[in-house]
């Protein structure tokens, strides 16, 4: 009988897939140390946005995190993360000094293995960062990415098993030093039968290739979003595979892996099983859920959804998007966007849908949802893509977009190598951002510049000690006042709308406001007088509404600048796509009606404008 081995998820994949990757360290510790009494040895624990969202979201170091994962596991532990090629842990891509800090330092605090994976399938960025893994003693994952097409996109070669292994076989011929092969299904969208065929054939050209002690394993990652994680993950057993990912309750199914006891049952009686003990894993899940019983999660996370198959969003970015709209209150306008991306997978030049690929895309379907069809290029990210900024897609784009997206972010197509690039962009690199940590009065550590490089401002930010808390738990009894079940508020305070997000922490709230983070308490039946209404504005000023919801993220004028067509009056920021909001004429500002880090909904006034 043939063993096959697993990674456990839940404590990377299982955060981002369920809980948009908001959660604490305290409180999974304890389930982390059962997993290892259970006897799982081989653990995900960090990468891909658990990365940025400890920063944004939990007021949390991830470095800080790692080690005190090694610390509970033990040194014998496999510890894997995950790694988005020249992206490493971020939605930008790095030069190639950053790329190989990322290597150092994830050694450094108690890392094993990488997973290291392109969106893209270029090869060129896997060996631009595969290279550093290996070199800093870390064993790299060499990684090819999945997913199943919609029904109705006639589309050849891209995601046919062909494709995937010919992407294998330029891996190969790179030279490129990897330790394991694995084919990474993010959206669990690909059919059993193209699981079985690839994995078939990639097993057939490892053994050929690598012979004796030299043999390469391959795993298989899927997610059951379709509910199809366990056919394809038999698929794969049957196939050839090693090793498969999995996780636990109450983080596994739906938009995360196959839970750990379903596959379990799923091997009985067959020439395959897990070697573990079921009830060690069945106490270890029992942990695992007390631990996360006060965090609130999302209804999507725990569905199978057949839209999936449509418009494949990976389970990693799905709860993260949602939980996002639900922060900027546009969650309404969800399945729009999941409308609006088939024909952005297929005209952006079918790119995985895996991170940052999968958030390109659903960034561009949100402005197509909100500002109209292919009226907006996001310049950072899809327009980037298809212009060849993050490397080559599988097939060419559509022409028309490609022209579109050189119009408005004024840049020219390049096949050139992405790290080529970025070595040249002085904005990039160690240099820079030891600049920004200097000039911040920062200390300047080989992890703090890669946490600015990782996660920009935001990064900047956090070491300054502006470190926000968007975690969303389980609601308690909410203040009767309140009105609303979601804990998003709107208050008015001397005329100026003020963003408030409450969550419930035991007696306490977690009061967000405008960005800023306070612990308070509400007291029941309390109702605060009314705010004096705002003075009214120049009878020849005009409303300068917001095309979209979002969060205020930079104000570019004052009130009494004189302004021309075209000038930024601010910017947005909606599901981590900054749009910049000009004024559409000649004139004056007269008022500006927000603040930085307030919640705008479409339509809200966020200045007023007198008109020459």
């Known amino acids: 009988m043939k063993k096959i081995k697993f990674m456990d998820c839940s404590f990377r994949d299982g955060f981002q897939s369920c809980l948009g990757a908001r959660v604490k360290t305290d409180d999974f510790l304890p389930a982390l140390e059962a997993a290892v009494k259970a006897g799982i040895n081989y653990i995900e ?3 891909g946005a658990r990365f940025q969202s400890l920063y944004f979201y939990c007021q949390e170091d991830a470095f800080d995190m790692m080690d005190r994962c090694r610390e509970v596991v033990g040194p014998d532990v496999n510890l894997q993360t995950l790694a988005r090629g020249v992206n490493v842990v971020g939605l930008s891509s790095q ?17 094993t293995t990488i997973r290291n994976f392109d969106a893209l399938n270029d090869v060129r960025n896997l060996t631009a960062s595969g290279k550093y893994i290996t070199q800093y003693g870390l064993k790299h994952q060499a990684t090819v990415t999945m997913m199943g097409l919609a029904p109705n996109l006639h589309e050849s070669y891209a995601h046919t098993p062909k494709f995937y292994i010919d992407r294998l076989k330029e891996i190969l011929e790179s030279g490129l030093a990897f330790d394991s092969l694995a084919f990474k299904d993010a959206s669990g969208t690909s059919t059993p039968q193209t699981v079985y065929e690839t994995i ?3 097993r057939e050209v490892l053994d050929a290739e690598f012979k004796g002690d030299n043999r390469k394993d391959i795993q298989f990652h899927t997610h059951d979003t379709a509910g199809m994680a366990v056919s394809c993950n038999m698929a794969a057993i049957e196939a050839g595979a090693d090793t498969i990912d999995l996780a636990m309750s109450p983080l596994s199914g739906g938009t ?25 894993i069945l106490a270890a899940e029992k942990v695992f859920e007390q631990c996360m019983d006060k965090y609130f999660m999302p209804p999507e996370s725990m569905q199978v959804s057949p839209k999936i198959i449509f418009s494949p969003m990976p389970g990693g970015a799905l709860t993260a998007n949602t939980q996002m709209m639900r922060d900027n209150n546009c969650l309404d306008k969800y399945d729009k966007c999941i409308e609006e991306m088939r024909e952005v997978v297929a005209k952006g030049g079918f790119g995985t849908s895996v991170t940052p690929v999968s958030q390109f895309y659903f960034q561009q379907a949100f402005s197509n949802a909100m ?4 009226k907006v290029i996001d310049k950072n990210g899809y327009g980037k893509m298809v212009l060849g900024y993050f490397g080559k897609t599988p097939v060419a784009p559509d022409p028309e977009i490609v022209k579109l997206a050189s119009e408005q972010l004024g840049l020219e197509p390049t ?28 200390p300047v550590t080989e992890e703090n510049i890669f946490i600015v490089a990782a996660c920009g401002e935001k990064g900047l930010n956090f070491l300054k000690g502006d470190r926000p808390m968007g975690i969303r738990y389980k609601e308690a009894a909410a203040p009767k006042s309140a009105g609303k079940s979601n804990g998003a508020y709107t208050a008015t305070v001397n005329g100026k709308n003020v963003a408030v997000q409450l969550n419930a922490a035991g007696d306490a709230y977690t009061a967000t406001v405008n960005g800023k983070s306070f612990t308070v308490k509400v007291a029941e039946g309390t109702v605060a007088p009314a705010a004096a209404a705002a003075p009214a504005a120049s009878g020849d000023a005009v409303p300068l509404p917001s095309p979209l919801p979002g969060t205020v993220v930079k104000i570019a004028v004052a009130e009494g600048d004189e302004v021309a067509e075209g000038d930024v009056i601010l910017v947005i920021e909606a599901m981590k796509m900054e749009t910049e909001i000009k004024a559409p ?4 500002v007269r008022e500006i009606s927000v603040t930085q880090s307030q919640v705008v909904a479409a ?4 200045a007023m404008i007198e008109e020459k």
């Open 256 to 280: 995360c892996e196959a839970d750990i006891l379903v596959m379990y049952q799923r091997l009985r009686g067959t020439e395959y099983t897990l070697d573990i003990d079921p009830e060690k």
């Open 45 to 47: 624990i960090g990468g």
């Open 603 to 606: 339509g809200d006034t966020l």
């Open 415 to 442: 096949t050139e190598a992405v790290v080529d690039i970025n070595n040249r962009n002085p904005k990039l690199g160690i240099k820079y951002n030891t600049e920004l940590l200097e000039k911040a009065g920062l």
């Open 95 to 111: 030069s190639s000094d950053i790329i190989e800090l990322h290597a150092k330092l994830f050694k450094k605090h108690g890392i």
């Open 200 to 202: 078939k054939m990639a």
């Open 371 to 374: 500002q109209g069809r292919w």
């Open 585 to 588: 004429k000649a004139g004056i």
